[in-house]
């Protein structure tokens, strides 16, 4: 069930993020929205940059399990917090109830492209050669035909799940999480068709420390 926090002033009219004083949680049940509650604020004050945080950190706890949000303009610190702790923010105009219903189509349709992405990576790996364990595989191709995936959702899961000798990978540069990561050696030749790394797994050696 879907729970959309609007936030609005004393009046229930949509306004600035800072001209807030109240929320309100709408529960989607089947088909309809039920006001589940209403929660009054003291207003957020625009001061200094660390009172801000605290006071859009207290307003975080207030939305308890609620992780989605509509605001008419919220920018800055406030949406970066909010943002960095998993909150989904949807700007509207005003609220009507085609807006929480608008609202719930977006959250269906990321949702959708979010799966069809991970199904296409899924299905892109890494091939393996004539030598068995050794496998090949042109990130700088997939990029360009599929530019909307990330290295990491192609990848990650063949580097932890393949028993693999070793990884050519044709790339305009390393994927920082790659060498971040610590489990991999990496080993980088310039060519003409672009930068080839050969990545391994690293291994520990007997007897170190």
């Known amino acids: 069930m879907e729970r959309i926090a609007v936030f609005t002033d004393q009046n229930g009219n949509m306004v600035n993020f800072y001209d807030?004083?109240?929320f309100q949680i709408f529960l989607k049940i089947k088909r309809e929205f039920i006001l589940e509650k209403t929660?009054?604020?003291d207003p957020i004050p625009q001061s200094t940059v660390s009172e801000v945080r605290k006071s859009v950190k207290y307003l975080t706890e207030l939305l308890e399990n609620c992780k989605i949000a509509a605001f008419r303009d919220i920018s800055g610190i406030p949406y970066t917090i909010l943002d960095r702790?998993?909150?989904l923010i949807f700007l509207v105009p005003d609220y009507i109830k085609e807006t929480l219903n608008g609202i719930v189509l977006?959250?269906?349709e990321m949702k959708k492209e979010k799966r069809m992405k991970w199904e296409l990576a899924e299905n892109?790996?890494?091939l393996e050669s004539d030598i068995p364990g050794i496998y090949f595989f042109n990130l700088l191709q997939i990029e360009k035909e599929h530019p909307e995936l990330s290295s990491k959702q192609i990848l990650m899961e063949f580097l932890q799940t393949t028993s693999f000798l070793e990884l050519k990978l044709r790339c305009s540069h390393v994927p920082p999480w790659i060498?971040?990561?610590?489990?991999?050696n990496v080993q980088v030749q310039d060519t003409e068709q672009g930068i080839l790394a050969r990545i391994t797994a690293r291994q520990c050696?007997?007897?170190s420390l």
């Open 39 to 41: 929660i009054y604020y």
């Open 85 to 87: 702790e998993g909150f």
């Open 20 to 22: 807030c004083v109240c």
């Open 179 to 184: 060498t971040r990561d610590g489990a991999w």
């Open 106 to 108: 977006d959250l269906e």
């Open 205 to 207: 050696q007997e007897g």
């Open 124 to 126: 892109i790996k890494p």
